[in-house]
Protein backbone atom coordinates (compact mmCIF):
# COMPACT_ATOMS: atom_id res chain seq x y z
CA UNK A 1 0.00 0.00 0.00
CA UNK A 2 1.64 3.06 -0.96
CA UNK A 3 2.14 6.16 1.45
CA UNK A 4 3.56 9.46 1.38
CA UNK A 5 3.96 10.91 4.44
CA UNK A 6 4.48 15.02 4.31
CA UNK A 7 6.02 16.90 7.13
CA UNK A 8 7.67 20.39 8.02
CA UNK A 9 5.04 22.67 7.14
CA UNK A 10 4.31 25.82 9.97
CA UNK A 11 4.36 29.47 10.33
CA UNK A 12 7.16 31.38 9.16
CA UNK A 13 7.82 35.23 8.65
CA UNK A 14 8.12 37.10 5.29
CA UNK A 15 11.40 36.38 3.92
CA UNK A 16 11.79 33.26 6.07
CA UNK A 17 12.78 29.16 5.28
CA UNK A 18 11.17 26.09 5.83
CA UNK A 19 12.03 22.85 4.37
CA UNK A 20 9.29 20.57 3.32
CA UNK A 21 9.79 16.58 3.26
CA UNK A 22 7.76 13.94 1.67
CA UNK A 23 8.69 10.27 2.90
CA UNK A 24 7.18 7.41 0.61
CA UNK A 25 6.74 3.97 1.29
CA UNK A 26 4.94 0.84 -0.27
CA UNK A 27 6.21 1.41 -3.84
CA UNK A 28 10.08 1.85 -5.83
CA UNK A 29 10.08 5.18 -4.90
CA UNK A 30 13.79 6.23 -6.73
CA UNK A 31 11.79 4.80 -10.12
CA UNK A 32 9.36 7.38 -10.37
CA UNK A 33 9.57 11.45 -10.41
CA UNK A 34 8.19 13.70 -8.09
CA UNK A 35 5.95 16.70 -8.33
CA UNK A 36 5.30 19.57 -5.07
CA UNK A 37 1.65 20.82 -6.02
CA UNK A 38 0.00 24.23 -3.72
CA UNK A 39 -3.00 25.08 -2.92
CA UNK A 40 -5.34 27.89 -1.70
CA UNK A 41 -8.54 29.42 -2.15
CA UNK A 42 -7.50 32.23 -4.37
CA UNK A 43 -5.55 30.55 -7.01
CA UNK A 44 -6.50 26.89 -6.67
CA UNK A 45 -4.01 24.05 -7.36
CA UNK A 46 -0.78 25.21 -8.70
CA UNK A 47 2.39 22.93 -10.02
CA UNK A 48 5.45 24.02 -7.54
CA UNK A 49 8.22 21.75 -8.80
CA UNK A 50 9.07 18.22 -10.17
CA UNK A 51 12.18 16.49 -9.96
CA UNK A 52 13.55 13.62 -12.00
CA UNK A 53 13.74 10.20 -10.48
CA UNK A 54 17.59 10.26 -10.43
CA UNK A 55 17.24 13.94 -9.30
CA UNK A 56 19.38 14.95 -12.23
CA UNK A 57 17.06 17.52 -13.39
CA UNK A 58 14.03 19.76 -12.12
CA UNK A 59 11.66 22.10 -13.12
CA UNK A 60 10.17 25.04 -11.26
CA UNK A 61 7.20 27.41 -11.14
CA UNK A 62 8.67 31.34 -12.17
CA UNK A 63 7.23 32.59 -9.16
CA UNK A 64 9.73 30.17 -7.17
CA UNK A 65 12.59 30.14 -9.45
CA UNK A 66 15.93 30.55 -7.37
CA UNK A 67 13.87 30.81 -3.82
CA UNK A 68 12.67 26.83 -4.20
CA UNK A 69 14.79 23.78 -4.31
CA UNK A 70 13.35 20.37 -5.00
CA UNK A 71 15.31 17.17 -4.23
CA UNK A 72 15.94 13.98 -3.15
CA UNK A 73 17.37 11.33 -0.82
CA UNK A 74 16.41 7.71 -2.64
CA UNK A 75 18.26 5.85 0.00
CA UNK A 76 15.52 7.73 2.53
CA UNK A 77 12.79 7.09 0.24
CA UNK A 78 12.42 10.91 0.90
CA UNK A 79 11.63 14.26 -1.15
CA UNK A 80 12.27 17.31 -0.13
CA UNK A 81 11.53 21.08 -0.82
CA UNK A 82 13.69 23.68 0.34
CA UNK A 83 11.94 26.99 0.37
CA UNK A 84 13.73 30.16 0.99
CA UNK A 85 12.49 34.10 0.73
CA UNK A 86 9.64 33.10 1.35
CA UNK A 87 6.08 35.61 0.79
CA UNK A 88 3.17 36.03 1.86
CA UNK A 89 1.65 34.86 -1.21
CA UNK A 90 3.42 31.03 -0.67
CA UNK A 91 0.98 30.62 1.90
CA UNK A 92 -0.94 27.73 0.84
CA UNK A 93 -1.08 23.56 1.17
CA UNK A 94 1.64 22.01 -0.13
CA UNK A 95 1.50 18.40 -1.71
CA UNK A 96 3.79 16.02 -2.84
CA UNK A 97 2.41 13.83 -5.42
CA UNK A 98 4.11 10.49 -7.46
CA UNK A 99 4.72 10.77 -11.57
CA UNK A 100 3.39 7.85 -13.21
CA UNK A 101 6.54 7.55 -14.68
CA UNK A 102 10.59 8.52 -13.77
CA UNK A 103 11.27 11.45 -15.85
CA UNK A 104 8.66 14.94 -16.25
CA UNK A 105 5.29 14.78 -17.65
CA UNK A 106 3.45 11.87 -16.21
CA UNK A 107 0.30 11.70 -14.42
CA UNK A 108 0.41 12.79 -10.63
CA UNK A 109 -1.19 9.22 -9.97
CA UNK A 110 -0.72 9.28 -5.85
CA UNK A 111 -0.94 12.50 -3.47
CA UNK A 112 0.50 12.61 -0.31
CA UNK A 113 -1.69 14.43 2.71
CA UNK A 114 -1.33 18.40 2.31
CA UNK A 115 1.00 20.22 4.66
CA UNK A 116 0.05 23.85 5.39
CA UNK A 117 2.54 26.42 5.10
CA UNK A 118 1.65 30.08 6.33
CA UNK A 119 3.98 32.89 5.78
CA UNK A 120 2.87 35.50 7.97
CA UNK A 121 4.49 39.00 10.01
CA UNK B 1 0.52 28.69 -20.48
CA UNK B 2 -2.05 26.55 -20.91
CA UNK B 3 -5.56 27.83 -19.36
CA UNK B 4 -8.25 25.60 -18.31
CA UNK B 5 -11.56 27.16 -17.69
CA UNK B 6 -14.31 24.56 -15.58
CA UNK B 7 -17.64 24.94 -16.21
CA UNK B 8 -20.39 25.17 -14.46
CA UNK B 9 -18.80 25.88 -10.51
CA UNK B 10 -21.26 24.40 -9.33
CA UNK B 11 -23.25 21.42 -9.74
CA UNK B 12 -26.31 20.77 -7.53
CA UNK B 13 -27.58 17.12 -8.02
CA UNK B 14 -29.28 14.38 -6.26
CA UNK B 15 -28.21 10.95 -5.63
CA UNK B 16 -28.77 8.59 -8.68
CA UNK B 17 -28.72 11.33 -10.73
CA UNK B 18 -25.37 12.12 -13.83
CA UNK B 19 -23.17 14.88 -13.45
CA UNK B 20 -21.57 16.44 -16.94
CA UNK B 21 -18.73 18.38 -16.02
CA UNK B 22 -16.56 21.07 -18.59
CA UNK B 23 -13.20 21.45 -18.83
CA UNK B 24 -12.24 24.09 -21.96
CA UNK B 25 -8.48 24.47 -22.65
CA UNK B 26 -7.07 27.84 -24.15
CA UNK B 27 -5.07 25.75 -26.71
CA UNK B 28 -4.94 22.23 -27.52
CA UNK B 29 -3.65 19.67 -25.10
CA UNK B 30 -4.28 16.37 -27.25
CA UNK B 31 -5.64 14.07 -25.10
CA UNK B 32 -3.21 14.86 -21.93
CA UNK B 33 -5.75 15.59 -19.74
CA UNK B 34 -6.40 14.49 -16.50
CA UNK B 35 -9.54 14.66 -13.76
CA UNK B 36 -8.68 14.89 -10.10
CA UNK B 37 -11.52 14.21 -7.24
CA UNK B 38 -10.77 16.34 -3.82
CA UNK B 39 -13.12 15.72 -1.07
CA UNK B 40 -13.42 18.00 1.88
CA UNK B 41 -10.12 17.47 3.65
CA UNK B 42 -8.47 15.39 1.55
CA UNK B 43 -6.13 15.51 -1.01
CA UNK B 44 -6.56 15.28 -4.76
CA UNK B 45 -7.26 11.65 -5.94
CA UNK B 46 -6.57 10.75 -9.69
CA UNK B 47 -9.97 9.47 -11.57
CA UNK B 48 -9.23 9.74 -15.12
CA UNK B 49 -5.58 10.43 -17.14
CA UNK B 50 -5.24 10.90 -21.19
CA UNK B 51 -8.62 12.24 -21.11
CA UNK B 52 -11.05 8.94 -20.94
CA UNK B 53 -8.73 6.20 -18.83
CA UNK B 54 -9.48 5.38 -15.47
CA UNK B 55 -7.15 5.47 -12.80
CA UNK B 56 -6.57 2.09 -10.70
CA UNK B 57 -9.90 1.51 -8.27
CA UNK B 58 -12.40 4.34 -9.97
CA UNK B 59 -15.26 3.07 -10.43
CA UNK B 60 -16.62 2.66 -14.10
CA UNK B 61 -19.69 5.20 -13.32
CA UNK B 62 -16.62 7.53 -14.11
CA UNK B 63 -15.77 8.49 -17.76
CA UNK B 64 -13.66 11.04 -19.42
CA UNK B 65 -13.62 12.34 -22.75
CA UNK B 66 -12.45 14.56 -25.29
CA UNK B 67 -9.53 15.46 -27.15
CA UNK B 68 -7.84 18.87 -28.25
CA UNK B 69 -9.49 22.16 -26.36
CA UNK B 70 -12.99 20.44 -25.17
CA UNK B 71 -13.27 17.47 -22.56
CA UNK B 72 -15.72 16.02 -20.56
CA UNK B 73 -16.13 14.15 -17.15
CA UNK B 74 -19.25 12.11 -16.55
CA UNK B 75 -20.28 10.49 -13.19
CA UNK B 76 -23.36 8.24 -13.77
CA UNK B 77 -25.83 7.79 -11.06
CA UNK B 78 -24.22 9.76 -8.31
CA UNK B 79 -23.06 8.20 -5.21
CA UNK B 80 -23.26 9.57 -2.17
CA UNK B 81 -19.24 9.66 -1.89
CA UNK B 82 -19.06 11.54 -5.29
CA UNK B 83 -20.38 14.98 -4.12
CA UNK B 84 -16.78 16.63 -3.68
CA UNK B 85 -14.93 19.37 -5.74
CA UNK B 86 -13.29 17.72 -9.59
CA UNK B 87 -10.40 19.46 -11.43
CA UNK B 88 -8.87 18.86 -15.05
CA UNK B 89 -5.57 19.52 -15.24
CA UNK B 90 -3.24 19.20 -18.21
CA UNK B 91 0.40 18.00 -19.16
CA UNK B 92 0.83 18.68 -22.55
CA UNK B 93 3.20 21.32 -21.32
CA UNK B 94 5.77 20.72 -18.73
CA UNK B 95 4.37 23.66 -16.56
CA UNK B 96 1.25 22.05 -15.77
CA UNK B 97 -1.65 23.32 -14.85
CA UNK B 98 -4.76 22.94 -12.97
CA UNK B 99 -8.70 24.39 -13.75
CA UNK B 100 -10.33 25.96 -11.42
CA UNK B 101 -12.92 22.61 -10.26
CA UNK B 102 -16.31 22.31 -10.51
CA UNK B 103 -17.92 21.88 -7.02
CA UNK B 104 -20.78 19.16 -7.29
CA UNK B 105 -22.88 19.40 -4.15
CA UNK B 106 -26.11 17.65 -3.38
CA UNK B 107 -29.05 19.09 -4.22
Known amino acids: QMHLVASGGGVVQPGGSLRLSCEAS????????FYWVRQTPGKGLEWVSF????????YYTDSVKGRFTISRDNSKSTLYLQMNSLRLEDTAVYYC??????????????WGQGNLVTVSS | EFVLTQSPATLSLSPGETATLSCRAS??????LAWFQQRPGQSPRLLIF???KRANGVPDRFSGSGSGTYFSLTISSLEPEDFAVYYC?????????FGGGTKVEMK
Open chain 1, 26 to 33: GFSFRSFG
Open chain 2, 27 to 32: EPVASY
Open chain 2, 89 to 97: QQRRSWRLT
Open chain 1, 97 to 110: AKCSRGDHGGDLDF
Open chain 2, 50 to 52: DSS
Open chain 1, 51 to 58: IRYDGSNS
